[in-house]
């Protein structure tokens, strides 16, 4: 049992990693392609169904 629960365990943490992968990379490209903040807010709210706070947070932490 111990086995399989680590192996969900890094199955879950494998794709928690690349969604934010996606989001950091997401609003980079749409920074460098002069999408200003809001309209980025929304298409992470859209795309990666977030919450307006969540968006937010995201582009506080990859907002160059």
């Not at 399989?4 to 794709?15: F, M, N, R």
């Not at 200003?36 to 937010?56: C, G, R, W």
């Amino acid at each position: 049992k111990g086995h399989s629960e680590g192996l969900e365990q890094g199955i879950k943490d494998g794709i928690e990693q690349g969604i934010e992968q996606s989001i950091s990379h997401s609003i980079l490209m749409l920074q460098e392609s002069g999408v200003p903040k809001d309209k980025v807010i929304l298409q992470l709210m859209n795309h990666f169904q977030l919450s307006t706070e969540e968006a937010v947070t995201k582009i506080d932490s990859y907002w160059k």
